[in-house]
């Protein structure tokens, strides 16, 4: 089984569309995050979010909303999608405990997304 | 301020031979550390981290790291090289454990092991 899986694994869409990542984890976790890889494999925090908090990244568009039905799931959503927006983002899962982190961060295997 | 990096773009290093990936960081208390491996067209794997405890921590696949708070220094080790070491290397921090707990990785080292 898949601990973090996410949907669809390659996105191709035109500048000015909306669209969705969907990313499900199974492992019982309570905290899921968002991140981007650009083209140069930098990595940068989007957003987190447990059932207490969202944290966003300040530099984060406002186009780029995370969506949580339940604890096992965090959907990406992007509106009016731009050229610069393409790049791998890669959602994953840990556990946060009293201020501690029990374990380390599981990550999905990534959406490529380009923008045509 | 940048709380993670790693010096080396890229590293080669001969099958069999010993190989280094360096990290240092620069956050202030107690951070957690990590080491992540991202092979191509896939997720990052997690490879080791540093909680507290023993300065020395051993992961996956032989890897270890060597936590140095004086250097401020999380560099990954292997004794041995092998080829399918060859990958993309993420040095990670958390700088203030018990807040959002993101993850702020370095910029990556190309490990390259020729046969």
């Known amino acids: 089984d898949t601990a973090v899986s996410q949907t669809p694994k390659y996105l191709v869409t035109q500048m000015g569309n909306d669209k969705s990542i969907k990313c499900e984890q199974n492992l019982g976790h309570d905290t899921m995050y968002w991140y981007k890889q650009d083209s140069k494999k930098f990595l940068k925090i989007m957003f987190s979010y447990n059932n207490k908090e969202l944290i966003i990244n300040e530099t984060v568009p406002n186009r780029f909303s995370p969506k949580s039905p339940d604890k096992a799931h965090l959907n990406l959503h992007i509106n009016s999608l731009e050229l610069g927006d393409s790049a791998v983002y890669f959602c994953a899962s840990s556990q946060y405990l009293g201020g501690q982190v029990n374990t380390e961060a599981f990550f999905g295997q990534g959406t490529r997304l380009t923008v045509v | 301020a940048q709380s993670v990096a790693q010096p080396e773009d890229q590293v080669n290093v001969a099958e069999g031979n010993p190989l280094t990936v360096k990290c240092t960081y620069s956050?202030?208390?107690?951070?957690?550390l990590f080491w992540y491996v991202q092979y191509p067209n896939r997720g990052l794997q997690f490879l080791l981290k540093y909680i507290t405890g023993d300065n020395l921590v051993k992961g996956s696949y032989g890897f270890e790291a060597e936590f140095n708070k004086s250097q401020t220094s999380f560099h990954l080790k292997k004794p041995s090289a092998l080829v399918s070491d060859s990958a993309l290397y993420f040095c990670a921090v958390i700088p203030r454990p018990g807040g959002a707990n993101n993850l702020f990785f370095g910029t990556g080292t190309r490990l390259t092991v020729i046969p």
């Open positions: 956050v202030s208390g107690n951070p957690y």
